[in-house]
């Protein structure tokens, strides 16, 4: 990215097209002296533009105002939130022009600033200077561009409660506590002569383990979210004629699926994608899992099982008039299904027939008559909200940069704390946990490359 960072930025930061509303951003040592040649306030006597004399506000504000456009006959109607000083959302001196939205008025608008000494902002110049400038550290900066990618209320709470800075919190936490057992450590090297005694052993293991449990949940949710993606996965799964085909054409609304009696019918996997109260969900309907051993069921047993560790879900269908021979091999399949599956809901299907060999106790279904579909549905949604606070705060794109770090960081402490119960010597701890605060702060950005400025920031759009 080389761009000068006091340079005079501005964008349009609202969204394209017709409203109520649009806002215009500048940022820059020049911001508001830019914003002040074309806006002029509604009370002529106030000095926040532009900003010449120490006399002028030093606060946040709010102005009313308006704009000559060229080409436009009337003035525009402007408010501008003003922000003096570094403490903006950027750390320069800002300026907001909110106006009505009109994609000719916001251009012209635009126009007119870079007439007046502003350059256009290039995709996520907002947030590199507020990251620069320490406003917010590498894990919120993506957090950013988690709230504008996100596409469901599960993303959207997720990359909100990251640029909350818990996750950040969290971090500088555990960096903190290996700085202090670091320096403790090389202090006691500095003076290996002396009776002094620096490091409390007790202490440093104890900060030391906190550190390696934040960090092994942190790395969970990482590898955990790293499995998630944009879609929740749903897999219907279960024995041939077990009602599979019938269930996914209930839950699809359409008839996806061909249904028949006969015992097979579906050898391969059908997909629907579902939009249920917000969340996008991909549902698929697998092959009937059985004891055959021909090569077509042997491919479909594979790809089952590959479905299984991929999914959010695994709903296994037990049909209600299932021999007790069937539901016996139907039990060992669903165990097999649940020691290789994140979750699995076991359900009764066919509960229309009248006299059904398997127990009532479990969720129940008919695709014939609809009986418990909608419970069904609201069931499926309840186990994937569990998911979804189960994955955490990290987002999928800070997920994918950071789980080497954290992994590395974590085993760092893993051997540190080895060493210390092996009472090593502290040259040795020492090194540990230089390498792990190297990869701690790789995490939280504080130890970054053009490249990967480059990579995050290039993916944002402009205006943010």
């Known amino acids: 990215m080389s761009f000068l960072l006091t340079d005079t930025i501005a964008a349009a930061a609202s969204a394209p097209g017709p409203g109520e509303r649009a806002v215009v951003r500048l940022s820059g040592d020049d911001a508001l002296e830019v914003a002040g040649r074309i806006f002029q306030p509604d009370d002529a006597g106030d000095s926040s533009f532009p900003l010449v004399t120490d006399a002028a506000?030093?606060?946040?504000?709010?102005?009313?105002?308006?704009?000559?456009?060229?080409?436009?006959?009337?003035?525009?109607?402007?408010?501008?939130?003003?922000?003096?000083?570094?403490?903006?959302?950027?750390?320069?001196?800002?300026?907001?022009?909110?106006?009505?939205?009109?994609p000719p008025l916001v251009e012209a608008l635009l126009a007119e600033l870079y007439s007046h000494g502003a350059r256009p902002a290039r995709a996520g110049e907002f947030t590199l200077r507020a990251f620069l400038a320490g406003?917010?550290?590498?894990?919120?900066?993506?957090?950013?561009?988690?709230?504008?990618?996100?596409?469901?209320?599960?993303?959207?709470?997720?990359?909100?409660?990251?640029l909350a800075g818990g996750i950040s919190e969290r971090i500088a936490a555990s960096h903190e506590a290996l700085l202090i057992d670091l320096a403790d450590l090389e202090a006691g090297l500095d003076f290996?002569?002396?009776?002094?005694?620096?490091?409390?052993?007790?202490?440093?293991?104890?900060?030391?383990?906190?550190?390696?449990?934040?960090?092994?949940a942190l790395l969970k949710q990482s590898d955990e979210r790293m499995h998630s993606g944009a879609q929740a996965g749903i897999v219907l799964a279960g024995l041939p004629n077990a009602g599979k085909s019938s269930l996914f054409n209930a839950l699809a609304g359409e008839e996806a699926a061909i249904v028949s009696p006969v015992r097979g019918t579906?050898?391969?996997?059908?997909?629907?994608?579902?939009?249920?109260?917000?969340?996008?969900?991909?549902?698929?309907?697998?092959?009937?899992?059985?004891?055959?051993?021909?090569?077509?069921?042997?491919?479909?047993?594979?790809?089952?099982?590959?479905r299984f560790v991929e999914a959010d879900l695994v709903v296994w269908c037990t049909a209600a008039d299932f021999s007790p021979a069937e539901e016996a091999l139907d039990s060992r399949e669903r165990e097999q299904c649940q020691r290789i599956a994140r979750q699995v809901l076991h359900v009764l299907t066919k509960s229309d027939l009248p006299d059904p060999h398997t127990s009532r106790s479990l969720p129940a279904v008919s695709s014939l008559t609809g009986e418990g579909i909608d419970e069904l549905r609201a069931l499926i949604e309840q186990r994937l909200e569990?998911?979804?606070?189960?994955?955490?705060?990290?987002?999928?794109?800070?997920?994918?940069?950071?789980?080497d770090s954290l992994r590395a960081a974590r085993d760092a402490i893993r051997r540190a704390l080895a060493l210390v119960d092996a009472n090593a010597g502290d040259e040795l701890i020492a090194i540990e946990l230089r390498f792990g605060l190297e990869q701690t702060g790789h995490v939280a950005g504080q130890a970054t490359t053009d490249d990967l400025l480059d990579r995050i920031f290039s993916r944002f759009c402009i205006g943010k």
């Open 57 to 102: 506000p030093r606060v946040p504000r709010r102005l009313c105002g308006s704009v000559t456009l060229a080409h436009v006959a009337v003035p525009l109607p402007v408010d501008a939130w003003v922000w003096p000083t570094g403490r903006s959302y950027t750390g320069q001196p800002s300026v907001e022009l909110h106006c009505v939205s009109s």
């Open 135 to 162: 406003r917010i550290d590498l894990l919120q900066a993506e957090a950013v561009l988690g709230v504008i990618d996100a596409t469901d209320d599960q993303q959207l709470s997720a990359a909100l409660s990251q």
């Open 192 to 216: 290996v002569d002396e009776d002094i005694e620096f490091v409390d052993r007790r202490q440093m293991r104890a900060r030391l383990a906190d550190a390696e449990a934040t960090l092994d």
């Open 266 to 306: 579906t050898r391969d996997w059908l997909r629907a994608e579902l939009a249920w109260n917000g969340r996008r969900i991909e549902l698929r309907d697998t092959a009937g899992r059985d004891d055959l051993n021909d090569d077509v069921s042997a491919s479909a047993r594979s790809g089952t099982e590959e």
């Open 386 to 403: 569990q998911r979804g606070q189960h994955l955490g705060e990290l987002i999928g794109s800070t997920a994918a940069r950071c789980r």
